[in-house]
């Protein structure tokens, strides 16, 4: 299964592990390529496309490192870290966003597997190569408060809130009739009089609809003038070079045949993600984001094994707060994320992530003004 990169390392240092799984775990770094990588991801029931080599590869700019942890020759956990250095630091940052994966759709759920996974994330990043390590673990309603539990017994600090911490989320679970009970009152009133606009929505898979979002997408952004990512990226991981099973999916809404609304969704594992939306002026009136929502939930309620649909988070925007808050409804969770995780082996570490999360604030800072 491994190609190409170094081989795999045994791990010598996995306290949280029974002595006989110690012993059958090997760390693997850098040693697959990068389709190899996506297809070890979609084997996985905590996949997210932050972990995936088709979207961090361009949104890292290549300052990634990937490491696998084995059982024989099969990947029962694995991460994807960005690095970021500064000049004049040989120590850095390695940041972990919504990961390690670590739930193999073939397997019950093991915490000793997620404490083996950051045992061996520790060993690497911190020990071997000096830096301070920032784990975000990926919001799920049942496994986030479990892999907060482990980070806090491995002595992470939580030294900075997360600037969107509500995550909505949609539980899939639910037949129509119950989901439509579960949803807001106010949500249900915008729902019917967008129905009643006859919106066609529809799976959208041609190049010609990709550009078609584009534009769409570059409109909207343009009017509102907000910063964001950009709709080319995530679409063209859509190509046949992404496996099936972490190919994102774009859904578009059209009234008398001109696109007016559409979204981006991930499938990963047992959940879905809202990844990018945009819109016409026409929509908001129209209640058009509305129906697209409704259809994308009745979609993905029968997509098998896909429990929760991940909304994301608020963004600070009262409007948006109430439109996921309603939507997850009375059914749905609201995972309120602790903030981002960090492990440090040496002072320079701990250092050189201050010095980089002080740009990145005054970054934000420039860019929000």
């Known amino acids: 299964m491994l190609s190409g990169g170094g081989a795999a390392a045994p791990l010598h240092r996995i306290e949280s592990a029974g002595s006989h799984r110690a012993s059958a775990l090997t760390c693997a770094v850098d040693s697959v390529s990068d389709t ?4 070890i991801v979609g084997d996985f029931a905590d996949a997210h496309h932050e972990q995936t080599s088709y979207f961090s590869a361009k949104a890292w700019n290549g300052r990634g490192s990937k490491l696998l942890l084995l059982d024989g020759d099969r990947p029962v956990a694995g991460a994807r ?34 404490r083996a996974a950051i045992a061996a994330l520790v060993e690497e990043f911190c020990v071997r190569r000096g830096h301070c390590l920032t784990v975000m673990p990926r919001p799920h309603p049942e496994f986030y408060p479990i892999e907060c539990e482990v980070l806090a017994e491995r002595q992470f600090a939580v030294r900075r809130a997360v600037s969107d911490p509500n995550r909505y989320l949609v ?6 009739d119950a989901q439509l009970r ?11 009089r967008a129905m009643a606009e006859n919106i066609d929505i529809r799976l959208c898979d041609s190049e010609t609809d990709g550009e078609t979002f584009r534009a769409l997408h570059r409109s909207m952004v343009a009017r509102k003038n907000f910063p964001g990512p950009k709709a080319d990226h995530l679409l063209a991981a859509g190509g046949a070079d992404v496996p099936a099973m972490v190919r994102p999916q774009l859904i578009m809404g059209f009234r008398n045949g001109q696109p007016i609304v559409g979204a981006v969704v991930g499938l990963f594992g047992d959940s879905a993600s809202y990844m990018l939306g945009a819109s016409a002026p026409e929509a908001l009136a129209l209640n058009a984001g509305y129906a697209l929502q409704w259809w994308i939930v009745r979609w993905l309620s029968g997509q098998g094994g896909v429990r929760w649909y991940d909304l994301g988070g608020e963004a600070g925007e009262r409007g948006l707060r109430q439109f996921k808050k309603g939507l997850a409804g009375k059914s749905g969770a609201v995972v309120a994320m602790r903030g981002e995780h960090d492990c440090w082996a040496n002072p320079s570490g701990r250092i050189a992530a201050d010095l980089i999360y002080a740009v990145r604030a005054a970054q934000r800072a420039v860019r929000w003004r």
């Open 182 to 192: 579960s949803l807001d009152q106010k949500w249900r009133y915008n729902l019917r």
């Open 36 to 39: 190899t990588w996506d297809s």
């Open 81 to 114: 870290v960005a690095i970021f250095a500064l000049p004049g630091f040989k120590s850095g940052l390695a940041h972990l966003k919504f990961g390690p994966f670590w739930r193999r759709r073939d397997r019950a759920p093991d915490a000793e597997v997620y």
């Open 171 to 176: 539980d899939l679970s639910l037949g129509e």
